[in-house]
């Protein structure tokens, strides 16, 4: 969807199962096609595509591109962003830690973000250019010595000559945005910073770094870190960051009663990584690797001290709060207030609730369809009140 001041606005379809390219073409054609109707009102639909490295390879061969391509054209879509994170499956079986793998260390990732700037090169419109999102270099756990993070280094920037190459190519503006989350090697804006610094100290003067890469801004990872959004926002545009594209989406945030953590149980679900960052009484933070681990931490009374709790648990955004749970929602009206003052912060916003199918049941709307109406309307109203509108 076309915003006023050049933005574009789509929901991640990695809120439906896509693990190859016929699978993912059926979801679009199945769930992406009605919500057009409802929310598109004639005007060009934009899709966030979700391609793993299976589809991305399909999709990616010459005829499966042109018939892709035909029937954007024919019903009036375009792609203007990729989620490159999950390499592979993402619904269905548990996937947790594994979402990392392979990392930025290795040449698979190199070689599918190489292949997915590939098919956005031909796909996305010229006035709208392309962003890919990507994991945030990897897990901490995984990186156990130097070597790692330079090999790290080496191939983000193997990625950004490749965008540079098909930006010149093609004339569109492509991008990549590092994704920081909960317990990675980049996990708050101090460590994206400060690995940028790092990318920049490797090549001085080197001015292909500032417009190839950024960072995805996950309103709900950064809130679960206890960040200001604001805050986050000015920092990273002090440090010459851009802000590649924004993930408009929440996390669950809680005072930690025995009857809010009775029925937090709900959320510990088999599929995702639940990371828990836990506020106390003073301000420290304590992390948990995921929910299971802090509800047991809990039960040991370990985290008697506790204030708040925010979960890595992405909530639909119109979610109203409960007598229970709340959500993070005010950080990601403090990012949508931030771009309401500054439209040329960011072109690219993606509504990303892919939790859909682990949600408990008094979360979930009728259909699949009406959440994602619901996220459009809450989103727009809210971007609307900053004076940023959908356009013809």
Excluded at 28 to 51: F, K, M, Q, S
Aim: charged share 25%; glycine share 8%.
């Amino acid at each position: 969807m076309r915003l006023s001041h050049g933005i574009h606005l789509a929901y991640c379809t990695n809120v439906h199962r896509g693990g190859d390219w016929p699978e993912t073409f059926r979801s679009l054609n199945e769930h992406t096609l009605r919500v057009r109707d409802r929310v598109g009102a004639g005007r060009p639909y934009a899709i966030g595509l979700r391609l793993g490295d299976t589809a991305s390879r399909q999709l990616g061969q010459a005829g499966e591109l042109e018939r892709f391509r035909a029937w954007l054209d024919e019903n009036n879509c375009y792609i203007f962003t990729i989620n490159g994170f999950p390499h592979g499956d993402f619904h269905g079986k548990r996937i947790k830690e594994q979402v990392y793998q392979p990392d930025w260390t290795t040449p698979e990732r190199v070689e599918y973000t190489r292949r997915l700037f590939d098919i956005l090169a031909e796909l996305a419109p010229a006035d709208a250019g392309g962003s890919v999102s990507t994991v945030p270099c990897s897990f901490k756990e995984f990186i156990t010595g130097d070597e790692q993070v330079e090999a790290m280094r080496r191939n983000v920037w193997e990625v950004v000559e490749h965008i540079d190459v098909l930006s010149e190519k093609t004339g569109k503006d492509l991008h990549l945005g590092l994704e920081p989350e909960p317990l990675c090697y980049l996990e708050t804006t101090e460590e994206m910073i400060r690995f940028y610094r790092q990318l920049r100290d490797d090549r001085p003067g080197d001015d292909r770094l500032a417009k190839r890469l950024g960072i995805n801004y996950d309103t709900c990872h950064l809130a679960v870190e206890f960040e200001e959004a604001a805050a986050a926002l000015d920092s990273l545009a002090a440090e010459g960051i851009r802000i590649s594209k924004l993930h408009f989406s929440s996390a669950l945030k809680v005072q930690p009663s025995a009857e809010t953590l009775d029925g937090l149980a709900g959320f510990a679900e088999d599929i995702y990584f639940h990371q828990v960052v836990t506020r106390s009484a003073d301000g420290a933070l304590t992390r948990y690797r995921d929910l299971p681990d802090a509800l047991a931490a809990a039960a040991r009374s370990e985290t008697a001290g506790d204030t708040e709790w925010r979960i890595h648990f992405h909530v639909p955004l119109h979610c109203p709060p409960t007598v229970l749970f709340d959500t993070t929602a005010d950080q990601l009206q403090q990012a949508i207030g931030v771009l309401g003052a500054n439209p040329a912060l960011c072109s690219h916003i993606e509504m990303e609730t892919y939790t859909w199918e682990v949600l408990p049941d008094e979360m979930k709307q009728r259909d699949v369809v009406d959440q994602l109406v619901g996220e459009y309307d809450w989103t727009l109203a809210k971007l609307a009140e900053q004076g940023i509108t959908p356009t013809d």
